[in-house]
């Protein structure tokens, strides 16, 4: 996974590289910054996969930036003197920096859709996508006095008070960020991706986690009593940490379950959504029992003209392959042909956001295969993954 591959490669490289990025932290903040302006102005049509990978799917999609505050999260609370700790914690400043510079060029990316949207056309929006977008906006307003802080030359002129009061905003920060990664993936969930499912698991498990550990690790900074309290006082102290423990792990598994709930529910809903359209497409071919006669000798016209003069009607009987640009970069898609009839449509590869390219691939294909053309109507919300589509399908016809 993604988030997996993150953390390991930058655990790897902070602890490679930790002297280097302290004695030169504007060369390594400077990287970032270039990685940045690489997945704002470098073009979506990427054809170099490995390029391709890492802006659209690691930077653009925040999952880099997400992986490193983890690793500023988890700092604190990492085994006490290992070497672990002690690399992120002589490096945590720099990396909250680094990972400040990923996520505002991460909601620059998204906020040409997202915040132009909410600004001038919030109904547009879906609820979760607006809420989304809501706690992307608190969080900018968090990160940036938490960023500029975070700078050495900005610390040494503050109160060591005065900072570690403005940076325990950062746990509002943490907090904000999760429930907007529960929020992004709400669509996905409700469409039953089980892809989905498994990130949310691993984000939710993640948070938690470290919710334990820091309330934990808080708790029993409290000092306890001399003698003779001290051993009555120490295991009501472990008692209350077992409670807390518990409470938090029955929190995570009611997350847990409720997601699993929602893409059981999404699954199904596409399973009872699928027969409703065959035989909606079938009563459509047959101009439809209750439609008034001209309505049905209409459609039959309309049939055999699809038939006749399809887009495939003077290609072989085969499979076929075929690319297109989408919102992120190719589609590619395979067509099967015969009878001069496009009779099925898949998807092979893409790079574009699921919870857009969901809605186009429902829509676009299913009409491509009732009209024989693939110059369809877009799906709404989704113009440029639908286009993408049928690009792929008439470079796939035209080879």
């Not at 920096?97 to 040409?112: D, K, R």
């Not at 495939?312 to 099967?336: F, L, Q, R």
Request: proline letters at 3%; a positive charge; charged letters at 20%.
């Amino acid at each position: 996974m993604s988030l997996v591959l993150c953390l390991a490669v930058t655990g790897l490289c902070f602890s490679l590289l930790e002297k280097q990025i302290r004695r030169r932290p504007v060369f390594f903040y400077l990287f970032f910054v270039l990685l940045s302006l690489l997945s704002i102005f470098l073009p979506k049509q990427l054809t170099v996969p490995p390029l391709a990978y890492l802006v659209n799917r690691l930077l653009r999609r925040g999952v880099l930036a997400g992986a490193m505050f983890l690793w500023v999260m988890y700092a604190i609370v990492l085994p006490a003197k290992s070497r672990l700790q002690r690399v992120m914690m002589s490096l945590r400043a720099q990396i909250a920096i680094a990972a400040s510079i990923l996520t505002l060029s991460h909601n620059i990316a998204y906020g040409q859709h997202y915040f132009v949207l909410l600004f001038t056309n919030a109904g547009k929006l879906k609820s979760y996508e607006l809420i989304a977008a809501c706690f992307s906006l608190a969080m900018i307003l968090l990160l940036l006095p938490l960023t500029v802080t975070s700078f050495q030359v900005v610390r040494r002129k503050m109160s060591a008070k005065r900072w570690k009061q403005l940076q325990r905003l950062s746990y509002l920060f943490y907090g904000l960020l999760y429930l907007h990664i529960c929020f992004i993936y709400t669509g996905g969930l409700r469409k039953g991706k089980s892809e989905y499912l498994v990130q949310f698991a691993l984000y939710t498990l993640l948070y938690g986690i470290y919710l334990m550990l820091r309330l934990t690790k808080a708790f029993l900074k409290k000092p306890l009593p001399t003698a003779p309290d001290y051993a009555a006082k120490r295991a009501a102290r472990r008692r209350k940490v077992i409670c807390l423990h518990g409470g938090i792990s029955l929190l995570m598994l009611l997350l847990l379950l409720f997601a699993f709930r929602t893409v059981q529910a999404g699954k199904q809903g596409s399973a009872d959504t699928a027969p409703a359209e065959s035989t909606s497409a079938a009563e459509s071919a047959d101009g439809g029992s209750a439609a008034p006669e001209s309505a049905s000798k209409a459609g039959d016209a309309s049939t055999t003209a699809a038939g006749a003069g399809g887009i495939a009607a003077s290609v072989p009987d085969g499979d076929y392959e075929g690319k297109g640009v989408g919102y992120n970069g190719n589609i590619k898609v395979k067509v099967t042909v015969s009878g001069g009839k496009i009779t099925a449509i898949e998807i092979l590869k893409t790079d574009d956001d699921e919870e857009y390219f969901y809605d186009a691939k429902k829509k676009v294909i299913q009409e491509i295969l009732d009209r024989q053309t693939a110059e369809v109507d877009a799906a709404s919300g989704a113009t440029s993954s639908s286009d993408g589509i049928m690009k792929a399908v008439k470079n796939a016809l035209q080879q």
